[in-house]
C-alpha cells in the first residue's frame, strides 16, 4: 500500500553564518568529500562567470546564467553514483563537468557547434533540456526501465518552478508515483519563471506540496546551502535504490542572475531581495562554512580558484579551434525525402556564410 507523506514544511539547512545560526553537519561526509564538494562548486561559479564574460565578447551564444545555482547541482550530483543518469535543463548546463565532461563541450553547445552534443552514454548525462519539463518524463521512464531490469541506478531530472505548471511534469510525476520509478524530481525553485514571479504561477503554498498529489513524498531544502541538499538528495537516492520509489526535492532560492543573457530583469525583479541574496550566495557560504571549519585555507582556496580558471582558458581555446560545422548538417535528417529546393537553400547559405 502506497504511503503518502505531507510534506515538510521547514527548509532543512545545515550550514550557519558563524554567528546566531550554528554550523551543523552531515554523517559520513570526510574532509575530502567537503573540499571535493569545494572544489566543484568552485569549477561551476568559474565556468558560469567565464561563460557570461565569453558572451560579452561574442565568443558563445545566448547563455542561461546559473550563478548561486551551484550549491543545488553540486549537492544533489554528489549523492549519485556515476552509473545514475541526470537530466539537465539549460539552467544545468554544465553539470557534465562533474562527471569528466571536458568544459570545451559545454562551451560548443552554447556556441551551437555540433561536437557540444554528446553521447549521453559516455557521462549518463542526458542532452540539455531547453523545452520546459519535456526531460521529465523521459527521466522517469529511464528511470522505470532500469527497474524492470534490475539495474540498480536511478535517475535525477532537473527544472525549475515554472516547470511545475507544465504538462509534461504532471505526465512525468503521476507516472513515477504509479509506477514508483526510482527517480528524483530536483526542482531549483528559483522564484522566477523569467519574468513570472512564483505568486503567479501557482496558488499552491509550496511546491513540495503538489507531491502530495501524485503519492510521493515532497522535501523543501535551502537550495544556497550544499550539504543541506546533499544529504536531501541522498536520503531521496536511498529511497529509490531501495524500492520506495521517487521523491520530489523543492530546493528554494532566489534568482540573482538575469533569466539569460538575452534578459534584463531590472523592469520586474525586487533589486533589494538580489542584492540580499548575492550577498548570502551559496559559494561563498560553504567557503567561510569551510574556513570555519578549520578545513580550508585560504591559500588552497586560491589555488582551487587558480585552477579552475586555468580549466576555462584552456576548454575556450578548445572549442574555439573546432573548425566550423558544415552548413549542410542544418538540413540533414529533417527529411526523408528532402525537396528540390532544399539544394537552392543549402547553396544560398554557404555564399552567405561565403563558402
Ligand atoms: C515548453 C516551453 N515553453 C516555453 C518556453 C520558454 N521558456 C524558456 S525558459 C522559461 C521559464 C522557465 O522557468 P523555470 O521553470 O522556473 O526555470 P528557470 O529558468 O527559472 O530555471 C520559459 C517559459 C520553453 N523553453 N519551453
Ligand atoms: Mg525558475
Known sequence: MSQVLPAEGDLRRVIGDGEALPDGEVEGLTPTDLLGLYHDLVLLRTYDERSVVYHRQGRIGTYAIFWNHEAMQVGSAFALEERDWIFPSYRESAIGLLRGMPVSTVLSWWR??????????????ASICVPIATHVPHAVGLAWGYRLKNEDRVAIAYFGDGATS???????????????APVILFCNNNQWAISTPLEAQTAAPTLADKAIGYG?????VDGGDVLAVYEATREAVARARSGAGPTFIEALTYRAAPHATADDPSSYIDAERVEEEKENECVGRFERYLLRAGLLTEERRDEIKQAALEVMR???AEAEAEPPADPALVFEHAYADPPPSQAEDLAELRRALGG
Open 166 to 180: 507544465e504538462g509534461a511534469f504532471h505526465e512525468g510525476a503521476t507516472f513515477a508515483g504509479v509506477m514508483k
Open 216 to 220: 510521493i513524498p515532497g522535501v523543501r
Open 314 to 316: 584552456e576548454g575556450i
Open 112 to 125: 551551437g557547434h555540433p561536437v557540444g552534443w554528446w553521447n549521453p552514454e559516455d557521462y549518463n548525462v
